[in-house]
């Protein structure tokens, strides 16, 4: 029985919503004071740090969470530390009694959680923990011999054979007042600002801020503008850089601020009868970044290790820093390369079909081992997810589970001419290219010295030539 005093703790994590969260929904149905905490944990043991895109992304992220709970009457506490002492610490801070989370699904993240768990059964504090982040949690989809799965369309198909994707938890309609500490004492917060998650000399993030807006607002603003739009062309919208053609949702499901139940009922609700088949390619979408999740659980060291242990023995060849950075900082000579890397460093953000593209100019025409640039995305992306990242470099490279085959190398001309023919896309990235005429802005080395922008780093044909004999090295 709860002491007149007991509390509640809700500890968000990659879940800064209000909407569709379980753990804040059942701890505010239980009625008592609850501490929503989130807690900057950068010192248990395998918590990978974040990046500086993500890191700025969580600043504006926590910010709008703090103002959504003061205007439901409730407020954030931001405590820094090793999670597992932190709540200790503050469940003895405010007597409580109760204490719920939202699943993750690393290993390093698990063990943490895990270690609370067994904290809280000891120690009298009911711990509950909820599915809020993946549609199919990774150890639920199985293959008939019961392992997990290592190629999409039978792993996607396995989930919408399961028909099992829970209801929707709209946010509670009040939110229980803040546990106050013993003695009526507050907890003392932490300053957003004393984290030093924003740049500051220099301040790269002017362009970020242009572009996104983080928190729960902008991600549901970002599905309608979606779903009202683009979605029920996403076919053939998503392959061209040049247009807003996808729903760029992807920093707002890393940080949790849009539910995958959430854009799945607004779809159902949006299209009752049929979803079309566009709609159907978004919904797979979602499916492979729930796959990635699904090889992550079970190959945690996904960001360091090949998925495939052939590749063990890949001789990548080393870079020179001059040529890492024409790769980084889009001066590789080749157009599609460069302006996704530039918008990459602008915006935070990539298309996916240049990130394609500028992976497979890293990997295969450069031979730089994958990690590389995966650290880079890791970096520099503000959607920087600890599966969806490794998964597609590991695709890409061809380490990975249904990776891409050896011998396709995306050839960067071919593909813009193909998917931003006008070159729309270059032009916009790339000011040095701007003055050139009609189809010249794809090979600019053919029109001469241009002013300003690099000739090719590497030449196509025989970069080509030289991975694909090292790739049929694998095969010996
Ligand atoms: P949409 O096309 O609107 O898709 C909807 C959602 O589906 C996305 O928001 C994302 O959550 C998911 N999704 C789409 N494609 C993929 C995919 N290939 N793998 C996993 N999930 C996908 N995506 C990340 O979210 N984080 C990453 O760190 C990341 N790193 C990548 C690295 C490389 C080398 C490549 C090739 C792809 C990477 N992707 C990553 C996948 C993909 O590029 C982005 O999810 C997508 O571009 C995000 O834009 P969007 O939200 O408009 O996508």
């Given at each position: 029985m709860a002491s007149s005093d007991a509390s509640s703790i809700v500890w968000l994590r990659d879940d800064l919503r209000l909407d569709d969260n379980p753990a804040l929904t059942h701890a505010a149905a239980l009625g008592l004071p609850v501490t929503v905490v989130f807690i900057l944990d950068?010192?248990?043991?395998?918590?990978r740090p974040l990046g500086g895109a993500s890191r700025w992304w969580l600043h504006h992220s926590l910010a709008a969470l703090a103002t959504a709970l003061e205007d439901e009457g409730s407020r954030l506490l931001l405590r820094r530390g090793p999670a597992a002492v932190v709540i200790e610490d503050l469940a003895a801070e405010t007597s409580a009694t109760h204490l719920f989370w939202n699943r993750r699904y690393g290993l390093p993240e698990r063990t943490v959680d895990d270690a609370v768990s067994v904290w809280a059964d000891q120690n009298g504090v009911h711990g509950s923990s909820f599915q809020a982040n993946l549609l199919f949690e990774p150890w639920t989809i199985r293959t008939g011999a019961g392992g997990p799965y290592k190629v999409f369309t039978p792993f996607w198909r396995a989930c919408l054979a399961t028909e099992d994707i829970r209801d929707l938890q709209e946010a509670p309609q009040q939110l229980p007042s803040p546990a106050t500490g013993k003695g009526g004492v507050v907890p003392p917060n932490e300053d957003l600002e004393s984290w030093n998650l924003l740049p500051h000399s220099p301040d790269w993030s002017v362009g970020l801020a242009a572009t996104w807006e983080p928190g729960e607002d902008g991600a549901r603003r970002r599905l309608e503008d979606f779903l009202d739009g683009p979605a029920e062309e996403y076919g053939t919208g998503r392959n061209v850089p040049g247009v807003e053609g996808t729903s760029r949702l992807s920093p707002h499901l890393r940080f949790g601020e849009i539910s995958p139940f959430r854009v799945w009922r607004e779809i159902r609700l949006r299209f009752p009868r049929q979803v079309p088949a566009d709609v159907g390619i978004f919904r797979s979408e979602l499916g492979w970044r729930e796959f990635c999740w699904h090889l992550l659980h079970t190959n945690p060291e996904l960001a360091t290790r090949n998925y495939r242990p052939e590749f063990d023995r890949f001789e990548w060849q080393s870079l020179s820093s001059g040529e890492l950075k024409a790769w980084q900082q889009g001066r590789t000579g080749y157009p599609l390369v460069d302006a996704g890397m530039r918008q990459l460093w602008q915006t935070g953000w990539m298309h996916n079909r240049v990130r394609m593209a500028a992976a497979s100019f890293l990997v295969k025409n450069l031979l730089a081992d994958w990690r590389i640039g995966e650290q880079w995305f890791w970096d520099t992306l503000v959607d920087a997810d600890a599966a969806s990242n490794p998964a597609n470099w590991q695709w890409v490279a061809g380490s990975g589970a249904d990776a891409s085959p050896y011998f396709r190398i995306f050839n960067p001309v071919t593909q813009s001419k193909k998917f931003d023919s006008a070159g729309r896309y270059l032009r916009q990235y790339i000011p040095e290219l701007a003055a050139l005429d009609g189809k010249a802005v794809h090979e600019p080395w053919k029109a001469g010295e241009v002013q300003g922008y690099p000739g090719p780093l590497v030449g196509l044909p025989e970069s080509r030539e030289r991975a694909l004999q090292t790739y049929s090295k694998l095969k010996d």
């Open positions: 950068e010192e248990s043991a395998g918590i």
